[in-house]
């Protein structure tokens, strides 16, 4: 399904809750988002994130929005509270070298796939950021800006985000050269120059144009980056 079912309708001033209160008025329950971090990122993993959150006042998150939109203290914040208010949540983690191997948009589908699969409580229906994601048995509905308008949605972004994040500063305590805790893998001039200077990394994505650039190696077809 890419569409709402027939008959529901998401006003504009709805809110960020106004697609999971449409989809149950239609007798969806439970309703899971899913959303990942770090496909941009040359270096580090993906993750993906799925959360269900309860109806009603039980399921409101104090200060949710799109992860990127959040400063890390509020992501924090908002980690602690999906965590504790979800009625399941999962994350999924996609290595650097699976990225490689499996390329960046089949690994994406794939990290979303596993997390939705992961959830503890079996979702009637799932809403994805941005693009329909095939394959998880249940209907479900891609949202422009998903992260930014659908509560579960940007739950599961917080979710991959602060995961990421965390990962990010753990490989930083190993390879500081790069300084992955500031950039967390993604290009910056920091990271640039730390990668002309000193190559890639056992945790970067040597898919990407730069990274193989700062090896010394040809493009592939299909590079990323």
């Known amino acids: ?43 580090g993993p993906l993750v993906a994130g799925a959360a269900i959150l309860p109806a009603g006042k039980a399921g409101i998150v104090p200060g949710l929005a799109d992860s990127k939109l959040l400063t890390a203290a509020a992501r924090e914040r908002c980690y602690d509270q999906i965590v504790r208010r979800a009625l399941a949540w999962s994350v999924v983690v996609i290595p650097h070298d699976e990225c490689d191997r499996l390329g960046m948009h089949v690994a994406n589908v794939e990290a979303l796939r596993r997390a939705v699969a992961k959830l503890a409580l079996p979702a009637s229906y799932v809403l994805t950021d941005g693009f329909p994601v095939d394959g998880l048995g249940v209907p479900g509905l891609a949202v422009w800006k998903g992260d930014r308008v659908a509560a579960c949605v940007a739950a599961a972004s917080v979710l991959a985000k602060v995961t990421r994040d965390r990962l990010m500063v753990e490989l930083d305590e190993q390879w500081p050269a790069y300084d992955f805790k500031t950039h967390k893998g993604y290009i910056t001039a920091t990271h640039t120059a730390a990668l002309e200077e000193h190559g890639p990394s056992p945790v970067h994505r040597m898919r990407f144009v730069n990274v193989r650039r700062a090896a010394g190696l040809e493009p592939l077809p299909g590079d990323e980056g």
């Open 1 to 43: 399904m890419s569409t709402l079912p027939k008959g529901a309708t998401v006003r504009r001033d709805a809110g960020i809750y106004g697609y999971e209160r449409a989809l149950r008025r239609h007798g969806f329950e439970p309703i899971a988002g899913v959303d990942e971090a770090g496909r941009g990122a040359c270096a």
